[in-house]
């Protein structure tokens, strides 16, 4: 029986966010002056590393983002699982006691246990699953060893095949600008297996294929290696409550990226309506918004989020009948941090858009249908919103890895996502208390760290590409 | 120059205005005083007295903006709206939800938090400076390139983690400096860890954006000039470009000033200063509204001061601007 399928708010919200992006590239595809900026993104060999980076945290995420109910019928309606949940089920459902080291076979504390003979021994107790296939623990070197052995080999086959059809792809695709050598690549299929590799003669306006190719070889290595090792041992070691913490940091890319995009989506359509129309009809319309952007900007954002989000806590527990299940009430709460971050948010972006409003308003092809009689609701649709879009996207991707960054501090004041929501924030949050312990638990927040560093340095790094490119005061500088 | 700052002061009350309807908005409309009363008493098992009770030690018994028991212009006053939100604009922040003085205590947890900030400021200032002015003077070699490429790394990591990692590493790994706590008889020991890493985990950021900043000063005329009169690069650097650079780094800290007094929330809880980041933050996870109120109102006033102080900073680092 097909399981129930299950939509949460920001399920939907990220998933017409995709849509709306395959749309605006199909859109962007056909138009020379929006493609030219991405070609030039996609010709910088970092913004390709990144991008590569970014889209393995995005699939995950998304995968994460398809809910639906385990359970069969009504009367059991089960759990709650993601798409990604069922793929990685070794892992959810691998839970031990407490704490454990990575890749340990014990627990990480010593514990009373009662012997055969009735007398009792402080041991440390064998784990359940991690290493629990192991007949003698001193070949878990070695079992590690082997097993990353494999996962490296299954890497690298995946890779000279996806690779190597890249190559042929790349090179059987007839490139007009040289005839000569299509001539002689044809029948050479063999030469061009991993072709790839090679870095064009001209790598100044080529795709840089072979940083594609290297980023794609790490990153097999990494993913199945750890697939790999996961099903044995627990990678990144278990939390308090003998949780998976590779699980715990895969769950918590959706949160980051959930708040890294949706927060910005919620606040786009308020600040670009409000800085156009501020910026074009200037008068009592830019008063009162310029009013609306000082206002709401003097409250220190920390404060504005804290406030709404004690306000919300107080009115789900007035109304905990409207939310049936946890998951339900924590996605709802995702939701309005997004939405409380984009009200923060929007006012930075409101006030560029009026100012390059103002310029473009004086330019003659709008004075031009103002002189036809052309609606001023047309022409901020027609002139002045496509002209400003550059700034929207540069604001956009360059916001994404500041509210990544965000959500950890608002974990600290206990102001970001629900307790209960998998998000970097909350393992660094409750890491903190674990780095007093002695001997240390440092597993958790290194865990956190990797992750979330990963992803908001290929943020960073492909937004330095994409402003870059779109930037017209840089353009030409080189 | 002095009609521009009354005109500008003057505009800045109906900015406080509209912040403290929003606050007041926020704390008592959506919802009421029975709900903060419920939460802080305990959801289940609390009976209406003990609401009521809790309630007028407060001063929430009143009507939210209309009272009609009372006769006369007290119909406005004495209400909540009047009496907790309008006696901010007289700086009387009255006494927080278990009765602490909050006037008081701002008063006197500023000064710790006075005492992180401005040093972070300064080192940060000259340091930041100083970075970034190394990495234009090696622009297009590869100190630049691998510098932006450690700046934009720094960046990317979470201010979390310079606190949690700093705090490990000197007071727990090196036993250097206790790793909280404050005192007044020997602060600096307290203050030195926090001030660190504050500093530390700017350096990403600012000294990339300043570098952009020099980066664009670089090309100007007067450089070229400068050079041309056979100055020596450093000085061109250090003294000339410095100069008309300062001009967005100056105004950019001006409008940082006042928020000085507010404190770094994180930072300043992590290391048990009693400052007023920790207080905000000790108000919100105690749910304690009087204080978040007082902060918010503050917090605005301050910033507007900052704008002010910009415009002001403006025509005197740069007599090009004119304030009409």
Known sequence: MMPELLFLWTDLLLWLLVMLTLLFIRYAGKRRHLREPWQRVFRSGMAVGAAVVLGVFILIGLLDSIHFRSGDDATNPGEVLSLFDTMVTPLREQQEKSYSAPFATTLYAREMVMQEDGGTERIYPQLKYGGAHLTDLGEKRWDILLTTAIGVAQAIVLWLLVAGLLGLWRRSKPSPSSPRERVRVRGEFAAHWLSVLRRSSDNTNRFPWHVLAWMLLILFMLILVSANLSLKYHILGTDKVGEDVFYQALKSIRTGLVLGTLTTLVMLPAAILMGVMAGYFRGWVDDVIQYLYTTLNSIPGVLLIAASVLMLQVYMDNNAADFSSTIERADMRLLFLCIILGVTSWTGLCRMLRGEALKIRELDYVQASQAFGVSSFRIMMRHLVPNVMHIVLITVVLDFSGLVLAEAVLAYINIGVDPSTNSWGNMINSARLEMAREPIVWWSLSAAFVFMFALVLAANLFSDVVRDAFDPRLRGKG | ?324
């Open chain 2, 1 to 324: 120059m002095m009609t521009y700052i009354i005109r500008r002061l003057l505009y800045a009350i109906p900015i406080l205005i509209g912040v403290n309807l929003i606050t007041f908005v926020l704390f008592f409309t959506v919802n009421t005083p029975d709900d903060m009363a419920r939460m802080h008493l305990g959801m289940k098992r609390v009976t209406p007295e003990a609401i009521e009770k809790w309630k007028s030690e407060r001063h929430y018994d009143k009507p939210l903006v209309y009272n009609n028991s009372v006769h006369g212009f007290a119909k406005l006053t004495d209400t909540i709206f009047a009496e907790k939100s309008l006696a901010l604009f007289a700086f009387r922040f009255g006494s927080s939800d278990n009765g602490r003085d909050i006037g008081h205590d701002i008063r006197q947890r500023m000064w710790p938090s006075l005492a992180i900030a401005v040093p972070v400021l300064i080192m940060g200032m000259l340091l930041y400076i100083t970075l970034s002015l190394l990495l234009v003077f090696f622009r297009a070699t590869y100190v630049d390139t691998w510098g932006v490429v450690l700046a934009v790394m720094m960046m990317s990591i979470s201010s979390m983690f310079y606190i949690i990692g700093g705090q490990f590493l000197i007071g727990k790994f090196l036993h250097l400096v206790p790793i909280s706590g404050f005192d007044t008889e020997d602060a600096w020991k307290f203050l030195v860890l926090p001030v660190i890493i504050g500093v530390v985990g700017g350096i990403g950021g600012t000294t990339r954006f300043y570098r952009t900043l020099f980066l664009e000063e670089i090309h100007r005329d007067y450089v070229r000039s400068a050079r041309a009169k056979g100055l020596s690069e450093m000085r061109v650097m250090f003294v000339h470009v410095l100069k008309n650079a300062m001009i967005p780094i100056l105004t950019g800290v001006v409008a940082a000033l006042p928020l000085l007094f507010m404190g770094s929330l994180v930072s300043e809880s992590f290391f048990g200063i009693p400052g007023l980041g920790s207080y905000t933050i000790d108000a919100i996870n105690s749910q304690d509204f009087a204080i978040v109120r007082a902060m918010v109102f503050l917090g605005s006033v301050l910033y507007i001061i900052g704008l002010i102080l910009t415009d002001i900073s403006y025509t005197i680092v740069d007599p090009r601007v004119r304030l009409q």
